[in-house]
């Protein structure tokens, strides 16, 4: 049976929440709430040194586990055996970050993590660094009703050019990874087919992850109890049964203008995706000038961040890849073992 890392990547509001849920409910995975430690930890890994000295592995794994920011509160681990294992195992910057998900995994007794943030979508060749192994589903959902979503987030403080460039963005890495990565690696999967035929598309799904399909895992209302924190209100539809009843409901919350701009600036990728246009009539050059110039903007900030990072992989401190599967231990050469738990995980 497969243990490769499982991560649900999309833009924001298309469904990954739910998805994430749906995988928690099967009974050999475990993905938890969304943390915030793999990216900053990746980007900031110079400030830790060699991770194969035991006291750089010892103050990296401090700081995921009291840095308030990471969020590591919401895995519900113990923070002491969590610096144990990982002083006590590969010295590697994915072995140490993957040992915080697979302690969570054994929360559960189950054999397998995951993890889901949306903008991963974009940061798949990071995520391969660390966990050479990983496998990545793409849900993908209707932009309109992405950009609708977007809008009423409390957390959401840009405008509707920006909420348009985030799902063009997602949509246009995923044909990057379609083109590039092997089909085990990566499956893509639409929203409206998983809310219309959940059963049929989890089977589907389950076939690429290796694993046997679980009635569980379609109707995934206990896993929300769990794997979503009470205070993410604007999840609360995941604690009930798989709804389509947002299908399409941008029509009726977006203004006009913005459904002229999303049909005049996504169409091309809406209809490759299976979705059909209204024929909106054309949007005023002032808004599509305002949505180019946003895309340029973001555009520029993508390549300078990559810059950056190729930069700093010419001076890496220390092994970048996780040393914790089957899988990644094959490709590194080295043999597989599990670590010993001295007590049992909180």
Known sequence: MSDRPVFVIG????????????LHSHPRMAVPPETRFLVPAYHRRRTWGDLRVTQRRRAFAQWIATERSTKFRELKIDKDEFIRQCVEG???LGSVL????????????????GDKRPSYVK?????????????????????????????EMPWYNLDSFHAVSTWAEAIDAGGRLRRTLPE????????????DDPATELKKLCHFLEEDFAP????????????????????SNTHSDVLRSRVGSW??????????????????????MGYELTGAPKPSKEHVVACQKTMQKRKASRMRKAMRDRLNRLREPSPVAALLTSGQCALAGVPHHRPEVSEPAV
């Not at 993957?98 to 302690?103: E, K, L």
């Not at 209302?221 to 999840?235: C, D, G, L």
């Open 11 to 22: 833009c924001p509001r298309s469904g990954t929440t739910m998805l994430q849920l749906m």
């Open 90 to 92: 590969p010295g590697s």
């Open 98 to 113: 993957g040992t915080a998900f697979r302690m969570y995994a054994d929360r559960f007794d189950k054999p397998r993590w």
């Open 123 to 151: 940061q798949v060749d990071m995520l391969l660094r660390l966990f050479p192994d990983a496998q990545f589903i793409h849900l993908i959902r209707d932009g309109r009703d992405c950009v609708s979503s977007l809008k």
């Open 184 to 195: 085990d690696t990566y499956y893509e999967l639409r929203y409206e087919d998983l809310t």
């Open 216 to 235: 569980s895992m379609v109707s995934p209302r206990e896993a929300a109890q769990v794997a979503v924190p009470q205070h993410k209100v604007w999840h």
């Open 251 to 272: 029509a009726n919350r977006l203004e006009d203008w913005e459904i002229s701009l999303c049909e005049h600036m996504l169409g091309d990728r809406l209809e490759s």
